[in-house]
């Protein structure tokens, strides 16, 4: 008598990324493994919302060792939450996943959760921001009136019900998690798993940059909100080289600016450097430094903490304290004198320096992207054993 094993079933995962890939690939951001932790998935299926994105090929390494499939399926409009979830749900269900995962709580989580809940599929969300402080307080505070509106509207008809149909919600930082406490989701749904970012990947690694000068780096967008203007007025004051890494509407600005101070030759400008490339320029940095308006911990601290290099990291304008920055490296005001007297503190002081670079490492050693990743792989899992069971 022959006995047939039985076929063991694909896992398969749906994916709404809250961009469309294109977008990650032409920034370089196509990081391994992202949303597949573990290569815990056979299958992942991405719903993004434009006419037209990238070809699977290109971007699937974000998926790790899984097939990858995209689903481009039109822009969204702001009815779009009223007369396209229907139609997106019926995409969903022809997948058949075993789990969604959305990265937003605005109307893509909502389309997200509304399939799940229609379809009887168990349902993950990401935090990567608190929408209260970051978005409608800070928004308003500044000035930022499509910011605001935006997550006005989201407040009003879409997070609380993403927030309610998620099985899980994983806060990238404490403080996207205290946003989601105070909206009344039980702390047993929530869980804190840091941005991935991995000890391995720094071993070994050659700085790109041979300077004459220490490096002050700087990563992120050229936004409001994570402007470098407070390290470029610093600039007059400090014998070093300012290397910023990144792109967006300011960068103009900001050159411009360095022209009027007369400290654009202290300026290295990079637009736009490949993900797995990045660990190159912290090997090169003396100090990580970043104005940022915003709370939680930017992804390029906790790169910096890999690479132990100390971090100047400005206070959020709002609420909490700058999270593991304040245990790690310097917390100080978003003005050009406060940057200035910290990075040259740290450049004169050899004995802070080396105290702040080994309380990064230490930190980074319970954050390392290995142990996220396990983490989030079983998150996971255990959310396909409860929906097998609920069967």
């Known amino acids: 008598m022959i006995l047939l094993q039985k076929k063991k079933a694909k896992k398969v995962l749906c994916v709404f990324p809250g961009d469309c890939l294109k977008t990650f690939y032409s920034k370089g951001e196509v990081k391994q493994r992202y949303y597949n932790p573990q290569n815990f998935f056979d299958e992942v299926h991405f719903i993004t919302f434009c006419d037209r994105d990238v070809e699977p090929d290109k971007v699937k390494g974000i998926a790790g060792n899984a097939k990858v499939f995209v689903h481009a399926v039109g822009r969204l409009k702001p009815w779009s939450i009223w007369t396209d979830a229907g139609r997106i749900a019926s995409v969903v269900q022809k997948i058949n ?3 969604i995962r959305a990265y937003s709580t605005s109307a893509q989580g909502f389309m997200a959760a509304f399939a799940a809940k229609k379809l009887g599929i168990p349902f993950v969300v990401s935090l990567h921001t608190n929408p209260e402080m970051d978005g409608r307080r800070l928004s308003f505070k500044l000035g930022w009136w499509k910011n605001w509106l935006s997550f006005e509207y989201n407040g009003l008809f879409t997070e609380k019900f993403v927030l309610r149909t998620a099985r899980k919600v994983v806060c990238v930082y404490k403080f996207a998690e205290q946003y989601a406490l105070g909206k009344g989701v039980p702390r047993e749904k929530t869980e804190v798993i840091y941005n991935k970012v991995y000890a391995k990947n720094y071993e070994s690694v050659k700085p790109a940059l041979k300077l004459s000068k220490p490096a002050v780096l700087f990563v992120g967008r050229l936004i409001p909100g994570k402007s470098p203007e407070s390290l ?14 990144g792109d967006g509407p300011l960068k103009e600005e900001m050159l411009q600016l360095s022209e009027q101070l007369g400290v654009r030759n202290k300026i290295i400008h990079c637009p736009s450097i490949p993900n797995k490339d990045l660990p190159t320029y912290f090997k090169s940095a003396k100090v990580f430094a970043l104005p940022i308006d915003y709370g939680g911990v930017a992804i390029p601290v906790i790169e910096a903490m ?11 304008l709002l609420g909490s304290e700058a999270e593991l920055s304040q245990d790690v490296g310097l917390v100080v005001k978003n003005n050009p004198q406060a940057f200035a007297n910290a990075i040259g503190r740290l450049l004169a002081d050899r004995k802070l320096y080396g105290k702040l670079k080994r309380k990064g490492l230490e930190k ?3 954050l390392d992207g290995s142990k996220m990743e396990l983490r989030e792989a079983q998150l996971y899992e255990r959310i396909l054993n409860d929906g097998e069971k609920a069967k």
């Open 97 to 99: 996943p075993g789990a």
């Open 364 to 366: 980074f050693s319970e």
């Open 306 to 316: 890999a690479a132990g290099v100390p971090v100047v990291v400005s206070k959020p």
């Open 232 to 245: 470029i007025r610093a600039l007059p004051s400090l014998d070093v080289f300012l290397v910023m890494v």
